[in-house]
């Protein structure tokens, strides 16, 4: 089997195994508890039905469209660049002030707000050894932040995370967050055998960061009530606006960078966060939310990440909103599968990227052919186009083109870079091309 191949298979059937690990009455109970969460919040919003999503499978009869002719839904795309009131937004001060507006309506409308009142985190390292990533040595430590749960001792919360640094370091160095998977629980996979992400910023004299998100809030609608959106409101269900997993893994990337600023070894003003799929959304959020990241490596994030979500193609509102997915957004985004169409959405994905500015963010795909179109590779890519006025306005350079490019073309001479691979569902083997991206901003 070719490297590059294994490389997407184990990457592609990790986020099936992390809910496959349950044993089957599990799995039904976490199926039944997500269907009442998802019924409660639509009665919450008196909507009583939900249109269906299309399928992945293209050979279902109501298989999502991947012919780019019919993709052609949206009308005229929200403008970040004009006020709610209609007026235009012609400087960098104006800028901070529409900034507000449109965290408001993420906020409300598709992410939840985050509680104003999130209790500490302390962080504890309970193992550290010096090892080699490949052929370079690296200090691992392994720890945990201890969320303060005396507010409602009935949920205990840590966040789980592994941070590696290069050995020889004589300076604050760099450092990139992933959102991960726990691997350990894969310890008898097939490893392929090429350098690894980590041995390449190690190279560089980068550090690197691995959070593992459903330490701290689970990937499904039964967790609500646990973790930490659980802790925050003491065990209840949510409110249509609270804040969804996304937010909340976005949440940890944030405690993270708290401590790293207590430690002398990382430069916190050269942090970046990268993440695949769905951890790719929690990435792009994370980013617009949370200031001192630095650059953005934001890997087949599709629908509800950098993808435009008017766009009739691959994956629609309609599956986001559905109990098997709806747990990462606010109780409100439902609505648009409801009563509402995604026509309505008051935003746009091109405008979380805008929420970016002027910090670079590349934007990663996988092959159509490969990957498949559910991602939708070109949404993706016009995410970062309609992002572009903003970056310009603010004296940085956008996507150099508005024509979607052949596949391997590196566009990366901006602060948006895009780039369509040759591989699957993964960012492997973009690592190299982010690198060289970050290099740009990390290098004195």
Known sequence: MKKT?????VLLLVSWLSFAQYSQAERDSIEKLNKEDHQQIMYQL?????????????????????????????????????????????????????KKELFELFDNEIYGRTPKNIPNVTWEI??????????IPVK???????????????????????????????????????????????????????????EQLLKKGWAYAIIIPASFQADNDAGLTQGIIGLINKGKRRKPDDWGTLKAWSWGASKAIDYFETTPEIDTKKIAIEGLSRYGKAAIVAMAYEPRISVGFIGSSGAGGTKIL???????????????????????????????????????????IALCAPRPVFISAGSSQVEGHWVDAKGMFLGGVYA???YELLGKKGLRTTEFPLQETNL?????????????????????????????????
Request: avoid cysteine.
């Open 5 to 9: 191949t294994l490389l997407n298979l």
């Open 46 to 98: 008196g909507i009583t039905k939900l249109r269906p999503g299309p399928s992945g499978n293209p050979n279902d009869a109501n298989a999502a469209n991947t012919d780019e002719s019919k993709a052609k839904q949206y009308k005229e795309l929200p403008n970040p660049l004009i006020f709610n009131n209609g007026t235009p937004v012609n400087n960098s001060n104006q800028w901070e002030e529409r």
């Open 126 to 135: 309970i193992n550290e050894k010096d090892t080699l990533e490949g052929e």
């Open 140 to 198: 691992i430590k392994e720890l945990i932040g201890i969320v303060d749960n005396s507010s409602y001792p009935e949920i205990s919360v840590a966040i789980q995370m592994t941070v590696g640094t290069p050995l020889a370091v004589s300076k604050s160095v760099p450092l990139v967050i992933e959102f991960g998977w726990d691997m350990t629980k894969f310890k008898n996979w097939p490893q392929p055998s090429v350098p690894s992400w980590k």
């Open 310 to 352: 008017r766009r009739n193609l691959g994956e629609q509102v309609e599956n986001l909103a559905s109990s098997a997915e709806y747990h990462w957004f606010a109780g409100n985004f439902i609505k648009y599968a409801g009563t509402l169409q995604v026509n309505d959405l008051p935003v746009d994905a091109h405008e979380l």
């Open 388 to 390: 572009s006025p903003v």
């Open 412 to 444: 990366a001479d901006g602060e948006i870079a895009f780039r369509q691979h040759e591989g699957g569902h993964t960012t492997y083997p973009n690592w190299p091309y982010f690198i060289e991206f970050a290099s740009r901003y990390f290098e004195d």
